[in-house]
């Protein structure tokens, strides 16, 4: 997911990236006996010894079942699921990339598994089901919920003076907050870095202004003029000094560990704190929701699911254990304390709950903000199509190119538009 920290990853390989070491886990393959899985996700060196940690927990649960886990750091993980794809070699139990949801959908990836005797869906309302589903199908099942939020320093702000805007102001209050706080505090900090390509926010801004990302029929849902009103917003904030230039943050997509102790706040995903607070132990965060255009439409709060899926070619013998293993990562308790919360809130009604009796500050944190808008009423949200899979990519590369002043921001929108349209028209 965009906003992962990446200077600290483990670089795998995109074809044949296993640590040797990690097959061990309940046995490996060659153990003779019982049903062997393959697993296969992403993360950095934290989640991957979290992770592998878990599977052995499981491993051990579950005697007649080993895992072999598959890591690899995100974009590794894409290349390396591009070569499976083509040799038809995918792990049993893989994570989905969130570019490339639809993209796998269309090319047979997903087992049905509403029909997983060991994959129990009991703890789920018939809606929290039903908004699961890709085209009306249980193929994949969502692990955690992110939503989009501003994430400030609370010790920054309680140093600088500093009274936040009311919880529902609009943008343009927001950004004179910031203009004005960059202007006059003492230890010259910005309001935020420069993220006009963070997907979330945007994807927040669109379905404020009734646009939306993707519509169901697998289209833009949005407009050239509303990206463009986007892209103003913060090159606005760029010709101010509210945010950092690229100087500072050292390009696009800033590594949070060299900014965090230059701005006061950064638009986020909810799950980001979990990680980023730790790299900054004397100081408090916390989060705020996004700001809100005055007009906004009913129904624009949503939710991010992270998912994973069991593979169309798995062995019929493994599918009920693939079905436990599914379950272990979505409904056991023991799976989330040793993972921790990185990939968002528990999507289990019943973990969620014990996650919050159990949680930390940072922890509580992220769980209250997405109960909040779980409860909120919501739109429809639909998928990235297939020939989108580096559309956040190209967003970086034209928001780059206008923080550079060498493209307006009509051209840039005309030309990511233009782009996205052109990636969907070459998959179909």
Known sequence: MSGLDRRGFLKLAAAGALGAGLTACGGGSDSGSGTSLRYAWWGNNIRQQNYTKALKDFAAKNPGIQVEPEFAEYEAFQERMTTQMAARDVADIFWVA??????????????????????????????DVESFKLGGQLNTMPFGIFVPVIRYNETFAEEDGVEFPAADTDWDAWAEFLVDYAKDNPNKRKGMPYEADADLPFEAWLRQHGEQLWTEDGRPGFTADTLRAWLD????????????????????????????????????????????AKMFPDYRFKMRTMPVTADAQAGHKFLYFPRMAIYQGIDDEKVEAAGKLINYNTSDPGMMKTVGLTMGAPVNPKVFEQALASAGQDEKEMLDIVQADREAERRPRFEAPPGTSTWRTAMARVAEEIALGRLSTADGSKRLLDEIQAGIARAR
């Open 98 to 127: 969130s570019p490339q949801v639809l993209t796998y959908h269309k090319s047979d990836l997903y087992r049905r598994l509403d029909d997983i005797p060991t994959l129990s869906l009991a703890d789920y309302s018939k809606q």
């Open 233 to 276: 917003w913060w090159d606005k904030l760029l010709k101010a000094g509210a945010v950092l230039t690229l100087s500072e943050q050292e390009g696009m997509g800033p590594d949070w560990a060299l900014v965090g102790k230059k701005v006061l706040a950064k638009v986020a995903n909810s799950n980001h704190i979990i990680d980023d």
